[in-house]
């Protein structure tokens, strides 16, 4: 994980404007650099580093010896650019995976760049030999970028909204123009031609992936697929198992120490269980280690550990109190600049996990199971699909909108801790290759959300029987017990901070979409705090499940086919191999 930032058309001799650049210094924290661009005005770069790969030839902004007139800051992984830098014979000036991103755009242009790279990615190349500037984002947005563009041609670019407002919002002229401030979209790039002031015009701004579609870099794949024209089940199974496993291998791409986040679901154990035998693969002989939270013995906590006996892994369970949980929110929400409730309530547990990893052990990059209910219709609503068409389509809504909720919770709950995550569930040839299959085999089947899912790995003895087949719990409820939830505790606290008067003023208070909950009003309350009203609309609609009816809380524990562990009797003893260190109220016991 790292941060980029960069302003055209402002003053470079001003350095209050790189105070800006230095809210983000968490995503990078082990180098910074902040340049101006030589014999060019106006043009500044920022770049904060988490060191992943190449240690010492993979600091930016980056430029090469055979290709000066470009620059480039980037916050990402490329997967495949050793098989890029074998296909088309580049001479490579480091050991550093984002340098492919420059021989691709002197030799094939922006748009041919972008579909090239199988990996995660957000970045900015500045080519002062054609006075162009190129921005672009991954196919969904895992890797976050936020633009603005003044009326008199500024650009401001960073990898988080927070290191731009100040530079739009200036107090001493009373002027406010925060509101120009938008999340740059996934699988798109833009360019810019720039004059020698630093003064922009944008020239392009197109898409150059779809996600139902197989990514052109899929043609450098090692992956054999098993021909599915007709959709045979064992072949599709197979396909599945194929794609998904090599969508894990390829993101243990590390100098850095590999964990894994494991919540007990289905999505984070079949992730860590093909991370830990994908390490073994490298011939890595040390157990990875795992992760989970929750408040006492919560059934995520319970489900986790049973998964970590059976992967081998070195696991860490950390336990925190209602007060600490409800503590965390404040910060939580300034680093995920979002009031969306159930994004909020996802995101507590997991700022503090990654506040523990980040601070008890040496792991920096985490796996996360995130992008799977979206893509294989896990959420329990989808139980109530009116149509096959109806359910197909809500699944790749969900997947066009993730930058804006799950995916953002994973990069800003993590970074906040200099942590990188990575999610194999959002790797675009598995996903386009899922999305191939026909409505009817990707829907609930007998009353199990993920069916086709879990069906492909029924066989691999991978995580226990009892772990595949878990019944969907969110994360932000499976943290606590279904005898008092988590939404539940932050409810009553923040029920003695709101007034009924509070919510009779709503609409004033709040005139773009005002809040209809005691819990909704107070996370708009404390982001407005942190960010004010115009940028708001960065989140431009609450999550809430469809097809339910009259139904006003996200939690899926308010829905009628809920059940969980408590109902189900999934239980687990730590014993073996797995090694559990709880922490409590603060401290390792």
């Not at 755009?105 to 041919?112: A, H, S, W």
């Not at 500045?126 to 162009?132: E, G, Q, V, Y």
């Not at 404040?330 to 980040?358: G, H, N, Q």
């Not at 609309?537 to 899926?556: R, V």
């Amino acid at each position: 994980m790292c941060g980029i930032w960069a302003l055209f058309g402002y003053d470079s001799k001003d350095l209050k404007l790189f105070q800006s650049a230095m809210v983000i210094n968490r995503r990078g924290p082990d180098n910074f650099i902040f340049q101006n661009m030589s014999r060019l005005q106006n043009c500044m770069l920022g770049f904060h580093r988490l060191q992943i790969n190449d240690h010492n030839g993979g600091m930016q902004p980056m430029r090469l010896v055979q290709l000066p007139h470009l620059t480039l800051i980037c916050n990402g992984e490329i997967y495949n650019f050793e098989k890029l830098r074998e296909a088309y014979k580049f001479d490579f000036e480091s050991s550093c995976d984002c340098e492919i991103i420059l021989h691709l755009y002197e030799k094939f242009g922006p748009e041919r760049m972008c579909k090239e790279l199988d990996g995660v990615f957000a970045f900015l190349i500045f080519d002062t030999k054609n006075m162009k500037i190129t921005i672009a984002r991954d196919t969904y947005g895992v890797r976050p970028i936020f633009t603005f563009q003044t009326e008199d041609n500024k650009l401001g670019i960073c990898s988080e909204a927070k290191g731009l407002i100040d530079i739009l919002k200036r107090k001493e002229e009373g002027t406010d123009e925060s509101e120009l401030i938008k999340a740059f979209p996934p699988a798109h790039y833009s360019v810019y031609s720039f004059q020698e002031d630093g003064i922009v015009s944008l020239k392009t701004h197109a898409k150059f992936h779809d996600f139902t579609k197989t990514p052109e870099h899929f043609k450098h794949t090692t992956v054999e697929l098993q021909p599915s024209a007709d959709y045979t089940r064992p072949v599709v199974l197979a396909n599945i198992r194929a794609l998904f496993t090599d969508a894990v291998e390829k993101r243990l791409m590390s100098g850095r120490p590999v964990g894994s986040l494991l919540s007990g679901g289905l999505d984070s154990s079949l992730v860590a269980a093909i991370t830990a035998v994908g390490q073994r693969k490298k011939g890595i002989t040390e157990p990875i280690q795992t992760f989970s939270i929750g408040l006492g013995e919560s059934p995520d906590v319970i489900a986790a550990r049973k998964v970590a006996e059976h992967i081998g892994s070195e696991h860490y369970e950390v336990s925190f109190t209602p007060e600490e949980g409800f503590e965390a929110v404040k910060a939580t929400i300034y680093a995920l600049e979002s009031f969306d409730v159930t994004t909020v309530r996802a995101s507590t547990p997991m700022y503090l996990l990654a506040k523990y990893i980040s601070e008890k052990t040496e792991t920096i990059v985490i796996m996360s199971g995130e992008g799977a209910d979206e893509l294989a219709q896990g959420y329990i609503y989808f139980h109530k699909q009116p149509s096959l068409e109806e359910g197909d389509k809500e699944s790749k809504r969900l997947l066009k909108d993730l930058y804006m909720y799950d995916v953002l919770r994973t990069d800003r709950s993590t970074a906040a801790h200099g942590l990188e995550v990575r999610a194999p569930f959002l790797d675009h040839a598995f996903t386009s290759y899922y999305l191939s299959l026909p409505a009817e085999m990707r829907r609930p089947t007998d009353g199990v959300e993920k069916h086709l899912l879990r069906s492909a790995f029924s066989d691999a003895n991978l995580i226990p029987s009892e772990i595949l087949w878990r019944p969907k719990e969110a994360f932000s409820d499976g943290v606590s017990s279904k005898k008092k939830s988590w939404f539940e505790i932050l409810q009553g606290y923040i029920d003695e901070q709101i007034s009924d008067e509070d919510m009779q003023l709503a609409p004033e208070t709040f005139p773009f979409r005002p809040p209809t909950t005691k819990e909704a009003y107070y996370y708009r309350q404390v982001f407005e705090s942190n960010y004010g009203p115009k940028m708001a609309k960065l989140i431009p609609y609450q999550w809430m499940p469809k097809w339910m009816g009259e139904c006003s809380d996200p939690s899926a524990r308010v829905l009628s086919h809920y059940k969980n562990d408590e109902d189900t009797k999934v239980n687990g003893k730590v014993n073996g191999n797995a090694h559990v260190q709880v922490k409590t109220n603060g401290a390792v016991a």
